[in-house]
């Protein structure tokens, strides 16, 4: 369990740094160009809408809406439920191959009685 923590404070730690950084290069090449030549936005911004303050990474909406209408629009691609039916249909394979597999071996003691 120390170990994870160590490892989840890590990569917690190289994220922080890594937009912090990002940022910093493209504020840096803002003022050498002297204009916003690639019209690039913040690499993370705070956005508040209705009281309630969300993530802006790349110019995506992480606030509780924004993820909402990502879902909405995944349900509507349908890519939800494949991945749910594709998983399903894994398990039912594995399930039954297994099952078989058990009963394979359960008669393989009474097949060596019968051929003593």
Sequence with gaps: MKYMLR????????????????????NGISKVTSTDYYHVNDVVTLAKKDGKAGAVVFGKDYTDRGIAIREEHLEKLGAFNYFTAVGKGLTKIVTYITEEGVKIFEKIPSVIDKLR
């Design 7 to 26: 490892y989840f404070t890590l990569i917690i730690i190289c994220t922080i740094t890594i937009f912090s950084c990002m940022q910093i290069a493209k």
